[in-house]
């Protein structure tokens, strides 16, 4: 079945189909090559009473074709086509759309063990919890094959230590395709992922999720693959002015949320080192450029010449660069002025 925008809401309230528990939210956008694994994994499941909700992002290779064949074979696949948004903007589209009780996330070019929605339901409803997440496999094809999970130390700590860890970035708390979210928890604190965000969209949306919940859950079993590719969108947005951006984000929503002081120094420390390392982004090649012909040169005075002609405009760009990334950060650097008397 496929939804345009304008049929989301009409699908909502003229379809009730009370056997959903489950909302599965997959967000295509070009993913052809690896698109039919990632749904055969979902097909498969041993927990029958879901939804898959798959938002076409305006793909423009086979991905929607896919779409609509497992949709044909399938009546739990739903398809919403939406011109190209982003992830963030089609994970909200899934959200909005979504009928279960509970809210699990997938990438379409990763694959779930047959276990894992029955799993992290059976886990949600013996603990109470709003949260459950689980430990992952990474694939990186012909370089890395990791498993990520706590240790063991970790895996009993109280609830309220899990809002540091995402401070703190751990990757079992950071992404939304190991987790199973409370439908209610989401809606009742409308919790979205924050768009305009290029990496990183996940742990804020977990740092809102974790900090209202009332109860959360690890599950000490591998349930999800990570198939990490080289050269795909989040990748290669993975850079430090993004990284940047992501930190000023969660600078602000640590201050909205009013965490403790001690994590939030921690995020502040973090937000003035990345900045720092932008600085040195610019200086560090330019000053090595100079000292290498420097290098070259016969003569301590053309040595001289050299570098200070690499070093004059490189005072200016730092210059620049510090002026304008005050002012563009001017509120965070406010923020944690405030929080942890910071300067």
Not at 282 to 302: F, T, V, Y
Request: hydrophobic residues 40%.
């Amino acid at each position: 079945m496929a939804l345009g925008c304008f049929g989301v809401r009409a699908f909502k309230h003229l379809v009730s189909n009370l056997s959903v528990i489950i909302s599965l939210i997959i967000p295509v956008y070009n993913n052809a090559v690896y698109l039919k694994d990632c749904l055969n994994s979902v097909k498969s499941q041993s927990f029958s009473q879901f939804e898959a909700i798959l938002i076409n992002d305006g793909s423009e290779d086979a991905s929607l074709d896919i779409c609509e064949s497992c949709a044909a074979e399938d009546d739990r696949f739903v398809i919403i086509n939406q011109q190209h948004q982003g992830v963030s903007q089609a994970r909200n589209s899934g959200i909005k759309a979504a009928q279960g009780q509970y809210l699990a996330f997938a990438d379409a070019d990763d694959i779930l063990m047959p276990t894992m929605l029955e799993e992290l339901y059976s886990a949600a409803k013996l603990k109470g919890a709003d949260i459950v997440s689980c430990a992952f496999r990474l694939i990186e094809p012909q370089m890395r094959d990791e498993f990520f999970r706590l240790a063991p130390e970790l895996q009993e700590e109280p609830h309220s230590k899990r809002v540091m860890r995402l401070i703190h970035e751990h990757p079992i708390y950071n992404s939304m395709w190991n987790k199973l979210y409370s439908a209610e928890l989401i809606e009742s604190r409308e919790i979205a992922v924050p768009e305009g965000i290029v990496i990183g969209e996940d742990s804020l949306f977990n740092l809102m999720a974790y900090y209202y919940s009332r109860n959360s859950v690890y599950l000490d079993k591998v349930l999800y693959i990570y198939n990490y590719r080289q050269g795909s969108a989040i990748h290669t947005k993975e850079n430090q002015s993004n990284r940047l951006a992501l930190l000023a984000k969660r600078c602000e929503l640590a201050q909205v949320l009013n965490i403790k002081e001690s994590a939030f120094a921690s995020l502040a420390e973090q937000f003035y080192s990345l900045l720092g390392s932008e600085f040195n982004k610019i200086a560090l090649p330019e000053l090595l450029k100079g000292i290498s012909r420097a290098r070259l040169s016969k003569a301590n005075k053309d040595a001289y010449n050299l570098v200070w002609l690499r070093l004059y405009p490189l005072s200016k760009q730092l210059a620049q660069f510090k002026f304008r990334a005050q002012r563009k950060y001017k509120h965070i650097v406010k923020i944690i002025s405030l929080k942890v008397g910071k300067k």
